[in-house]
């Protein structure tokens, strides 16, 4: 399978698990059985009252800063802080406090990087992580690591936010690659959890109603990633689960993409997403594959 192939099965993967986990972002699992028995369908509603189909601020802020990454050439910080003020500005679906607070931080100082803090150990830098992972594709780790930080440290400039952000992008690359899932388990995930307890999710509680806090997120995230077979399974775990779904959906999916390929990707899930959402992000992802060459 062709590595321009698999990511663009990771981007599309990201905005399919992101509308798909929208409908049931902040419900518990008891409610999600309730009302939906098991969610599985690209049906839009939740508490943003999106079309179905339509994304949220986990694929658009992808999206900005894949832009801003492919008319710099490169990662840039100020270009990323840029891409995403100007998204901000155009008034997205939802965003997240600490991306708020940053983001006006930047428009009063020009500063593209937020304090250091180890309370923003949010999911916000980690949901966006993927053109990143793309664009530097076959480059040295290092300067992997320095882009990866980069266009985190604008919202999210915290150690445990780096350790996520940067364990995805490794995952995502060596699933271009065509690594296994054994693999991205025993070099990434496995090393994440010994080097930060909270990162664990062997032999602990199944993670319910996940947090916007990383660990929580990226518990559940694995959780699912390597316990089902297929990209529908993973999916359709992961969002039942209720909590941050809408980011969890949009992590796993872009994992499973990578790792399954388009072919694994549900027909009636593409045609339900937002067709120009789709686009772009095919778009992107074959454009970013092409920058990293």
């Keep these: 399978m062709r590595t321009a192939d698999r990511a663009a099965a990771a981007y599309l993967g990201l905005a399919i698990g992101d509308a798909l986990g929208a409908t049931v972002e902040f419900m518990l699992p008891q409610e999600i059985a309730a009302r939906h028995g098991v969610h599985d369908k690209l049906i839009g509603g939740g508490w943003l009252h999106l079309k179905p189909g339509q994304v949220t601020d986990d694929t658009t802020m992808s999206l900005a800063l894949g832009d801003s990454i492919l008319a710099q050439g490169k990662v840039d910080a ?19 406090n600490t991306v708020r607070r940053n983001l006006l931080q930047f428009r009063k100082t020009g500063i ?103 660990a929580d997120t990226l518990k559940a995230v694995f959780q699912s990633f390597f316990d089902t077979d297929d990209f529908r399974d993973c999916l359709i775990d992961v969002v039942n689960r209720g909590g941050d779904a809408d980011t969890t959906g949009a992590i796993a999916g872009m994992l499973a993409g990578a790792l399954y390929g388009p072919e694994e990707i549900p027909e009636a899930w593409l045609k339900r997403l937002d067709t120009v959402t789709a686009g772009a992000c095919a778009m992107q992802a074959r454009a970013l594959i092409q920058l990293s060459k």
């Design 78 to 96: 100020l270009a990323a802080a840029g891409a995403f003020d100007t998204w901000m500005h155009a008034k997205p679906v939802d965003i997240g």
């Design 112 to 214: 593209p990087e937020a304090p250091y803090s180890d309370h923003d150990a949010g999911n916000g830098a980690a949901m966006r992580v993927l053109p990143v992972a793309l664009a530097t594709f076959g480059q040295p780790e290092d300067a992997v690591r320095a882009a990866s930080r980069a266009q985190a440290h604008v919202t999210h400039n915290c150690v445990m936010s780096d350790a996520a952000c940067e364990t995805l992008v490794f995952m995502v690359q060596d699933a271009l690659r065509g690594a296994g899932k054994n693999d991205l388990l025993h070099d990434h995930a496995h090393p994440l959890a010994a080097r930060f307890p909270e990162f664990r999710f062997r032999a602990v509680k199944p993670s319910r109603n996940p947090s916007g806090y990383v």
